[in-house]
């Protein structure tokens, strides 16, 4: 079946220019996960939505950023105003909803240039 | 506080040689899951293993094998017989459990570059 799919790969942008990085997750996955990988940050958390609940927004970096999960499915992170600092690679995760820890799918990334 | 110590920057080998990437942890959780992913050049992170806590067995798959130690709070890769194809950057991440609608958001370490070289 399809993985996590992510769009665009690739999105150069200038200073102050607002960008949608979209996710499509594994379908039936309830949990969706966007992560940031940077060079001088490594990989960080963002934010996390499981279905009808509030997302978990506790790794955004500034308010800036945000997210929504329309239909229990896709997913559009939105950076607003970007500055050069955003430049990165966001990814996506999926998974099921188990007990107590699920195992996240990450899709191939969006890497996002501020220029 | 929690927190993924891979040491190791960046490791080379030549092909079939056996090579461990080692990753400790820090936690208070008493349960918790660790997790190693690989990411090739192409950039996608793969799933390669998850672990409980309370699961101290050692894993082996191929020619991968995990060795679970909480007495010193790591959990070490190894590879044997080392392939070209293995070259990659390693993660090894941590997550707590899911109590109480937290989440099980993934606290990465910094990663272990492995070059196999023919």
């Known amino acids: 079946g399809a993985g996590v799919s992510q769009s665009p790969s690739n999105k150069v942008t200038e200073k102050g220019k607002d960008v949608e990085l979209r996710c499509d997750p594994i379908s039936g996955h309830t949990a969706l996960y966007w992560y940031r990988q940077s060079l001088g940050q490594g990989l960080e958390f963002l934010i996390y939505f499981q279905g009808n609940s509030a997302p978990d927004k506790s790794g955004l970096p500034s308010d800036r950023f945000s997210a929504e999960r329309t239909g229990g499915s896709v997913s559009t992170l939105t950076i607003q105003r970007t500055q050069q600092e955003d430049s990165a690679v966001y990814l996506c995760a999926s998974s099921w909803i188990a007990e107590r820890t699920d195992t996240q799918y990450f899709g191939p990334g969006t890497r996002l240039t501020v220029l | 506080a929690q927190k993924v110590t891979q040491a190791q920057t960046e490791i080379s080998v030549v092909e079939k040689e056996d090579v461990t990437l080692d990753c400790v942890y820090e936690?208070?959780?008493?349960?918790?899951?660790l997790f190693w992913y690989k990411q090739p050049p192409s950039g996608e992170l793969v799933f390669l293993i998850r672990?409980?806590?309370?699961?101290?067995q050692n894993e082996i798959s191929g020619r991968y094998s995990w060795n679970f130690q909480k007495s010193t709070s790591s959990f070490n890769f190894t590879i044997t017989a080392s392939q070209v194809v293995d070259s990659a950057v390693y993660f090894c991440a941590l997550s707590p459990p899911r109590y109480g609608g937290a989440t099980n958001k993934l606290i990465f370490g910094t990663g272990t570059l492995l070059a196999v070289q023919p």
């Open positions: 672990r409980n806590s309370f699961d101290e």
């Open positions: 936690t208070r959780d008493t349960t918790y899951y």
